[in-house]
């Protein structure tokens, strides 16, 4: 009997220590999750920026990036920008580069064609003052034998120059003179060579040669009294002077 009861109890407390080993078993899987609960509680709590749920963990590293991404994409912008600015002031400046070439082609344009225009007229005025005064020299060298058949006719008597009965020789070598000075005065008309200065006319420095003064009240003051030479203009130009007598004031 005492067996029996012995029995019962080491049964009694073999149930008890096993059951005491359940429940502390138990205890000991639900303890690591009590703890991990109230920390993660903590955690959330002191940082809510962290969200604790299955071991994942959200931090700022990502918004660092995007922000560095954003201030590096604002940066790019913002080259880009610099470069298209540098890039239209490039091309400004080249732009007002070629139109100051522009400009100054132009001018240099003008410049020749009215340089050009300056060479023309003076090659044209000298072609028409070679062609008018080309027979100057010639002209002059004529001007004597003119001279002497104006001395040869007035050396001749008025009262004998039509006088053919008493002195036709006289009246024919006055005639044949006169002849040969009128043709010399056409052909000299011609080629543009006139005779002027006549006694009555205005005395031109420009024209006249004033060999000497003398008064005459009969005649105004300052024209010619007398013609001692002729003077010859060529094509309007005094191929030469005049030499004359001039009145002057008593």
Partial sequence: MMSSLTMRSSGVIGARLARSLTISNRTNQRLPSLLYNETNLGTREMFPSLH????????DEKADDGASKGSTRATENDAEKEE????????????????KQVKDLKDQL?????????????????????????VSSFAKSLLDT?????????????????DTEKHPVLATLYEGIQMTDTGL???FAKNGLKKFAEVGDKFDPNMHDALFEYPDPEKEVGTIGQVMKVGFTLNERVLRPA??????SP
């Fill in 52 to 59: 604790v749920q299955g071991i994942r963990y959200f931090s």
């Fill in 84 to 99: 298209e600015i540098s890039s239209d002031d490039t091309s400004y400046a080249k732009i007002e580069e070629l139109e």
């Fill in 110 to 134: 003008l410049r020749s064609l009215a340089e050009q225009e300056n060479i023309r007229g003076i090659a044209r005025r000298d072609v028409e003052s070679a062609r008018s005064y080309a």
């Fill in 146 to 162: 003119s001279d002497n058949l104006t001395r040869a006719m007035e050396a001749v008597p008025t009262e004998y120059r039509k």
């Fill in 185 to 187: 005065g056409k052909a």
């Fill in 243 to 248: 030499e004359v007598g001039v009145i002057k």
